[in-house]
């Protein structure tokens, strides 16, 4: 099975390159951030007729999670975890034909924000993820960042032992020196900060490993700036993570980040500043 996690940056303003993706790595499922639209906006016609069938949180302008799923045969593998009840459930039996979808989780500070989506899918139960930026260490959506990883981090935890649980998405955190292209210059600024690291390993407690770094602890980056030429000179971070309990660690055959993603192509839009993450599952 492969799994694609990826920071689209709006999914209306790149789908040409969301559907030449899907179509170069036919992933069995791909999580979605950042998709700036509400569920009604969401292309779910063009992906449905590109063999996806779509699960969505959306939100309009900000935010917005999905989960795509390809071909008939996974729907029938599907289960999922008790409503929210914020989230229209109507449109989800309408629409997906799935009984139930978990949007977001308990003690939330920032309920209405559509950050996190998930399902159990293909005997893995899968948590898709857009974590709060912070900003800067002197606002208080620093703090707010850290409220949010605490009370994400203590359901996480809390989640059944079965099956295995595989957590993607943008976290807006670099957890290592290795995950920044420079560490001493960005030292203590947004994503490097020591506080923002130490919420992450709470996050992750002794159940969840990065599964990327048990593979490999060669520098790799998921996000360059548009500004600068930073993609070019590869100035980046890693903060677009896959988080996984031993389970996953023993199924996963590869981890890697598709960087061609990241290069622009003429006949299409700009690409997101993200590359997606791409998980091979024996």
């Known amino acids: 099975m492969r799994i694609i996690s990826w920071n689209i940056n709006s999914v209306r ?13 036919r992933p069995d499922v791909l999580c979605l951030q950042e998709t700036k639209v509400t569920n009604q906006d969401f ?3 063009q992906l449905s007729t590109a063999g996806y069938y779509s699960i969505l949180y959306g939100q309009t302008s900000y935010n917005g ?9 996974k729907q029938h593998n599907l289960t999922t975890f008790p409503k929210n009840k914020l ?27 559509a950050r996190v989506i998930s399902a159990c899918v293909g005997g893995l139960r899968l948590v898709n993820a857009y974590v709060i930026n912070g900003e800067d260490r002197t606002s208080d959506k620093f703090l707010l960042k850290g409220r949010w990883m605490e009370a994400f981090g203590n359901w996480l935890q809390n989640l059944p032992q079965t099956p295995p649980l595989l957590v993607v998405g943008d976290f807006n955190v670099a957890p290592y020196d290795c995950d920044v292209w420079d560490p001493k210059g960005l030292k203590d600024r947004i994503h490097c900060t020591p506080e923002e690291r130490t919420w992450l390993k709470k996050l992750q407690g002794q159940r969840l490993q990065d599964i990327l770094r ?10 360059w700036p548009y500004m600068r030429g930073g993609f070019n000179r590869d100035e ?10 031993k389970d996953i660690l023993n199924l996963v055959n590869r981890i890697w980040v598709d960087k061609e993603e990241r290069i622009p192509v003429e006949s299409l839009e700009a690409p997101s500043d993200h590359a997606p993450i791409i998980i091979d599952i024996n």
């Open 13 to 25: 303003a790149r789908l040409p390159r969301l559907l030449a993706l899907l179509k170069r790595h």
């Open 43 to 45: 292309p779910e016609i």
């Open 65 to 73: 999670v999905a989960i795509l799923i390809r071909g008939q045969a």
């Open 87 to 113: 989230y229209a459930m109507t449109e989800v039996k309408n629409n997906l034909k799935f009984s139930e979808v978990s949007c977001g989780f308990p003690k939330n500070p920032v309920p209405d924000e």
């Open 214 to 223: 048990t593979k490999t602890q060669e520098r790799v980056f998921t996000w």
């Open 236 to 245: 980046g971070l890693r903060f677009d993570l896959a988080l996984g309990d």
